[in-house]
C-alpha cells in the first residue's frame, strides 16, 4: 500500500511538474497543448538555426580562407614591384614593405646599400644606417594591426631617445612634462600670441591607423610661425581606401600670408581605395624664400624637379629632391649629399628631409555589422544586434564590433514572447521530472506484480 502511494505521488508529481514548466514559461494560464506547440515551435527554430549556423559558417570560414589570401597577396606585391637598385644615387630607398607613412628630418649612411627596400626599423638598426635623426612612422604591420613610433635619435643602429605606441596607446616625449607644466600654459596666459614646443614627439595609434609628430622646435610669437627639424609618419583606413603620408621639414619661417623662408622640405602621399588605381603625390624644394624657389644648388633644386644633379661628380655629388615611384609605393628626399662616389657606391651618403608613403587598398570583405541591414533576420542590427557584440551584449555599447563581418550570434532567437518556453533551470526541473514519473511508474509497475505472483 506503500508503494503503490508513493508511485502514484510520484507520478502525479512528475506530471505537474511537466505540464507545469511550459506552462509558467509560456506566461502562465497555458494548457498542455500550448506546451506541445511551444515545444514544436522551438524544436523548429532549433533546427533552423543549427542549418543556418552551419551556412554562415562555412561562409564565413570561405570569406577568412579568401582573405587571408588577398592579405599575403597584398603583403608581397611591394617586394615583387621593388628591384636592386641599378643607381642607388638616384633611387632613394624605400624602407620595409609594409604600408606606411614615414618622414625623417636627417640620415647619415656610410656605405649606403644598394637593396630596396631598406629596412623598415626607424633606429635605422636593418638598414645599415649610422645616425638617424627625427624619424616618424606609423605603419600597418603584417597582422593588420597598426603601429606608431618616433625615434628621436639614434646611433649606429642604437635608439637614444622614441616612442612608441600600439593600438589604444598614446605617447609622448621625454619633455612632456615641460610642456604641460610651463610651456603650454605660457600660450594660454598670452592668448595664444607667445607660444612654444621643444623635443614634440606625440605618438598616437587606433583600430584603424597611427599617428606621428616630430619636431625639435616650434614657436609661435605674435603671428610669426618658426618650425626647426620636424617630421610626420601617418596612415589611417577605413572600409574601402588606405591612406599614408609622410612629411619632413628641416627650418621654416611663416605668417598668415605665407612663407618667408624654408630650407629642406618634402612629402609624400599614397592612397589606395579597392576597385581603383592607386594615387601618389611627392614634392620637395630645398631653398624658398618669400615663396620663390632659389636655384641652389642648381636651377632644379628651385621647382622641385625630380632627381636634379649638382655638386661636384664623383668626389662630392648632389641629388635635389630624389624622387622614386613605384605602384604605390613613393620616396622623396629634398636633398642628398654623397661622399666619393664611384660608379653606384658611395663612401658616404647625407639625406636631408626624406619622405615616403605606401598604401594598400583594404581587402574585400562584408562587414555586416556597420552595413545597416539585418542579415541575419533577427529583427535587430548593427549595434543592436548581440552577434555585433564581443560579449553577447546589445546593452553594452563598449563591446560593440562594426568591424565584425557576421551578425550570427549563434544564441536564441525571438518566438513571438521574446524567449524560448524553456530557460536552463526549466530543463534540470524537466529531467527531474521525468525521473519522478519513471520511479512512480516502476514503482506501481513493481505492485502489480507482486500481486500477480501472490
Do not use: W
Not at 629642406?264 to 618669400?290: D, E, F, M
Request: charge should be negative; aromatic fraction near 2%.
Amino acid at each position: 500500500m506503500t508503494r503503490n502511494r508513493t508511485g502514484v505521488l510520484a507520478l502525479v508529481a512528475g506530471t505537474a511538474v511537466i505540464v507545469g514548466l511550459p506552462a509558467g514559461s509560456l506566461g502562465g494560464g497555458g494548457n498542455l497543448r500550448q506546451a506541445k506547440d511551444a515545444l514544436q515551435q522551438a524544436g523548429q527554430d532549433v533546427d533552423a538555426g543549427l542549418k543556418s549556423t552551419v551556412q554562415k559558417t562555412g561562409a564565413a570560414t570561405t570569406a577568412a580562407i579568401e582573405k587571408t589570401k588577398a592579405t599575403v597577396r597584398q603583403r608581397t606585391a611591394p617586394a615583387k614591384t621593388r628591384v636592386p637598385a641599378t643607381d642607388p644615387p638616384r633611387q632613394p630607398p624605400l624602407h620595409g614593405s609594409n604600408p606606411h607613412g614615414q618622414g625623417t628630418v636627417g640620415v647619415v649612411d656610410v656605405d649606403p646599400s644598394a637593396e630596396r627596400p631598406l629596412g623598415a626599423n626607424p633606429d635605422g638598426s636593418d638598414s645599415g644606417e649610422e645616425a638617424v635623426i627625427g624619424r616618424a612612422r606609423g605603419e600597418q604591420t603584417a597582422s593588420g594591426a597598426f603601429h606608431g613610433h618616433i625615434t628621436i635619435a639614434a646611433l649606429f643602429g642604437r635608439e637614444l631617445a622614441g616612442v612608441d605606441s600600439t593600438p589604444g596607446q598614446t605617447s609622448t616625449g621625454p619633455l612632456q612634462s615641460l610642456q604641460t607644466g610651463v610651456l603650454d600654459p605660457l600660450c594660454q596666459s598670452t592668448n595664444q600670441q607667445v607660444c612654444l614646443s621643444v623635443l614634440r614627439a606625440d605618438s598616437t595609434t587606433t583600430t584603424t591607423g597611427s599617428t606621428n609628430d616630430f619636431a625639435v622646435a616650434r614657436a609661435s610669437l605674435i603671428g610669426l610661425n618658426v618650425g626647426a627639424a620636424e617630421s610626420a609618419g601617418n596612415i589611417s583606413q577605413d572600409a574601402n581606401c588606405q591612406t599614408s603620408a609622410g612629411s619632413a621639414r628641416t627650418a621654416n619661417v611663416s605668417t598668415s600670408g605665407g612663407t618667408i623662408a624654408a630650407v629642406a622640405n618634402s612629402s609624400s602621399t599614397s592612397r589606395s581605395c579597392r576597385g581603383q588605381a592607386p594615387q601618389v603625390a611627392n614634392a620637395s624644394q630645398v631653398i624658398n624664400l618669400g615663396g620663390t624657389g632659389i636655384a641652389i644648388p642648381a636651377p632644379g633644386c628651385a621647382n622641385g624637379t625630380p632627381d636634379t644633379t649638382a655638386g661636384i661628380p664623383g668626389l662630392l655629388p648632389i641629388i635635389c629632391n630624389a624622387d622614386e615611384i613605384a605602384g604605390a609605393a613613393a620616396v622623396r628626399e629634398a636633398l642628398s649629399v654623397f661622399a666619393l662616389q664611384v660608379g653606384t657606391n658611395a663612401l658616404l651618403k647625407e639625406t636631408t628631409a626624406a619622405s615616403e608613403s605606401f598604401s594598400v587598398a583594404p581587402p574585400e570583405r562584408g562587414t555586416q555589422c556597420s552595413d545597416g541591414v539585418d542579415n541575419d533576420g533577427d529583427g535587430v542590427i548593427d549595434a543592436s544586434d548581440p552577434g555585433c557584440h564581443t560579449d553577447g551584449n546589445p546593452n553594452n555599447p563598449d563591446s560593440y564590433d562594426p568591424n565584425d563581418d557576421s551578425e550570427a550570434d549563434g544564441g536564441a532567437r525571438n518566438l513571438g514572447a521574446g524567449a524560448l518556453p524553456f530557460s536552463g533551470t526549466d530543463v534540470i526541473g524537466l529531467a527531474l521530472a521525468g525521473l519522478l514519473a519513471l520511479a512512480g511508474g516502476l514503482l506501481l509497475r513493481r505492485r502489480e506484480d507482486l500481486r500477480t505472483v501472490r
